[in-house]
């Protein structure tokens, strides 16, 4: 065989089992249209329209502007959940760090409008105070894991319900906005509100800052010590041992970090699209975030298309939703089915070794 | 009397996590790790509001053929497909939010309300359920197999005992057991279907296996305990106290609604110390 058409095999078996699972998806999406009681192909269609822009009419950039607004926490989680797994911790929590880095944002948005602070200044303030707060919510299951050997599946999901209804408490009764109907905090200062790209799309500036992250997540994986230390943990805890890792401090490190790049979204969402706390706000991102890590075989480059594909597909079900009234519930559902063909391929990176 | 209601309302919000829990145990103890307890449970809440609107009890009947069937699709994943099984679970679960969510919007739009079963039964079939159970794991071959299979495919297999029917077997059987425990939430509880309405009980009833030691009388026992800390919950907001200190409304509903999850993850972290998994749990059948 040729070099070429070696590289061309190597490419096809990396990419085969995606394609596979995309077109199990489309016809599981299929089936359900049709319950739906529309035809899969106009469904379909106005799924691929919303995602994208391309319309038949023309380019909408303004869809394509939603989808890559919607992308952006999806890019976070997506590092986020990868970092943690890539040091062998499975970090379920995103939606309650989210959750709590969003409120840090909103308080300290809000406040600052007491205040004429520059925005040059008050901005990288909000996003760290996200940052810390995601990176605590994180690192304690981490510490747990670590102290007690509780597994952190279980404590980050448990901390995702504390979290919601400690956010919920804390906005209903101590950080509510006396001048609005709904149970949401103040609005930030205009100082800090991000500029859309697009008008009315959310699509800001918080998308760059996430590649930014996912560039420099590839990078400190693959050059700093800290990255190394990462992996060794995640591919051999004992080996790194007695390399003279402390293991346990990186694992809750990996956690923290994870948390403080989940908080970063949602500090990101109140930021550009919100402009205030509001019960929801992280939404099923926490989620979806998983599906983009895994999908994108943890690693940068690969978390970056996922988590475009799949922004573009949750915000394509929406705009089918309208278009057609299909529910976008089959936006989840595809998710479902290409994170079970997906995690064929995350095998390969697991921790657990195959055999038994 | 005020403690005799939390006694029987603990009882009675332990039942789906009692179930679920049982299914837990069956299932990591022939070596499949199952967090898609809480899709099993949040299927079988949906089926049972479907299927048993007319009927309740065929409800019932639904509710635990798709439990069997969500089981046996894990297993496969698992076990054929060899994926890992964190990521069949978390699969699972979303798939079930998904569909369930979909098949509400659109077969109820505008909610539904069936007539409730009484819970007595219920519980008596849960309580009944965790001493045959402890019963069939410890004192028959078929439990002795299936500890066998968690414990060590390998040697089970040279000792003539082919693992996976055994583990299609019992992570079929906790599929059933946590979809009726989400039966039990629409049809005997509450007598409708919400969206997301187990809210989180699967992953408590996990966090009761892990508690338990994977055993299902200390299992049963710690459901228990978390059925209490739901039922606190309840009770305390309906009794409407007030406790306002340090400038915190302990009593808020809000708060009060994150007190089972800060109790489980105490109880976890205090007791979990002690507990060793299946040896094999996570594995494929080799």
């Known amino acids: ?356 | 009397m005020w403690a005799e209601a939390l006694f029987w309302a603990a009882l009675y919000g332990a039942v789906p996590i009692v179930l679920a829990g049982l299914g837990g145990v069956i299932s990591e103890r022939s070596g499949v790790a199952n967090i898609a307890l809480e899709g099993f449970l949040l299927a079988g809440a949906f089926v049972g509001v479907w299927a048993g609107q007319q009927v309740p009890l065929i409800g019932v009947l639904a509710a635990l053929a798709l439990g069997g069937l969500l089981g046996l699709l894990h297993a496969f994943l698992t076990q054929k497909a060899r994926l890992d099984h964190l990521v069949s679970g978390l699969a699972i679960n979303l798939m079930a939010a998904g569909v369930t969510r979909f098949l509400s919007m659109r077969l109820f739009p505008s909610g539904i309300e069936v007539p409730t079963l009484h819970r007595a039964p219920f519980l008596i079939l849960a309580l009944c359920l965790a001493a045959l159970i402890t019963f069939v794991l410890y004192r028959t071959p078929f439990g002795l197999r299936l500890r066998a299979v968690g414990e060590n495919p390998t040697s089970a297999r040279t000792s003539g005992i082919d693992p996976l029917p055994i583990r299609y077997i019992a992570v079929s059987i906790s599929g059933m057991l946590a979809a009726l425990g989400g039966a039990y939430i629409s049809l005997a509880d509450v007598g409708t279907f919400s969206r997301d309405m187990s809210a989180g009980k699967g992953f408590v009833a996990l966090a009761a296996v892990i508690f338990g030691k994977w055993k299902p009388l200390e299992t049963t026992g710690g459901a228990v305990l978390f059925g209490f800390f739901y039922a606190l919950q309840t009770q305390v907001q309906i009794s409407g106290i007030r406790a306002k200190l340090f400038g915190i409304e302990w009593a808020s509903p809000a708060l009060l609604d994150s007190l089972p999850y800060v109790l489980t993850t105490i109880a976890l972290v205090a007791f979990v110390g002690r507990a060793v998994a299946p040896r094999a749990l996570g594995g494929t059948a080799e």
């Open chain 1, 1 to 356: 065989m040729t070099g070429g058409s070696v590289l061309l095999f190597r490419a096809a078996r990396m990419v085969a089992p995606a394609l596979v699972s995309l077109v199990a998806a489309l016809i599981v999406a299929g089936v359900f249209i049709r319950l739906a009681g529309a035809d899969p192909f106009t469904a379909l269609a106005s799924l691929f329209y919303g995602s994208t822009g391309l319309e038949p009419s023309g380019f909408n950039i303004f869809l394509l502007a939603q989808s890559l607004a919607r992308a952006t926490p999806l890019l976070l989680v997506g590092i986020a959940v990868s970092l943690g797994l890539r040091a062998g911790m499975f970090n379920i929590g995103a939606q309650g760090q989210m959750t709590l880095g969003a409120l840090a944002a909103a308080i300290v948005g809000a406040a600052a409008s007491r205040y004429p602070v520059s925005p040059l200044l008050l901005v990288p303030l909000l996003l760290g105070c996200a940052a810390l707060a995601g990176a605590v919510w994180a690192a304690i299951p981490g510490w747990l894991r670590t102290w007690r050997g509780v597994h952190e599946v279980i404590t980050t999901i448990l901390f995702n319900y504390i979290a919601i209804n400690l956010a919920d408490y804390l906005v209903t009764y101590h950080l509510r906005d006396p001048a609005s109907i709904g149970v949401q905090t103040r609005e930030i200062a205009r100082a800090v509100w991000l500029s859309p790209l697009v008008p009315g799309s959310g699509l800001t500036a918080g998308f760059y800052l996430a590649l930014a992250c996912t560039a420099l997540f590839s990078i400190a994986m693959k050059r700093t010590v800290l990255g190394y230390e990462i992996r060794a943990v995640g591919l051999a805890p004992e080996a790194a041992r007695v390399a003279g890792i402390a293991v346990s401090r990186i694992q809750v490190k990996a956690m923290a970090v994870s948390g403080a790049l989940a908080g970063l979204a949602g500090a990101l969402e109140v930021l550009s699209i919100h402009h205030r706390f509001l019960s929801g706000v992280s939404g099923s991102y926490g989620f979806d975030g998983i599906a983009v890590a895994l999908l994108g075989g943890m690693n940068g480059l690969g978390v970056a298309v996922s988590a475009l594909f799949f922004g573009c597909l949750l915000s394509g079900a929406n705009y089918m939703q309208m278009q057609t009234s299909v529910p976008a519930a089959v936006g989840v559902i595809v998710q479902a089915v290409i994170i079970a063909g997906a995690g064929l391929r995350f095998m390969r990176f697991s921790r657990k070794e195959a055999t038994s």
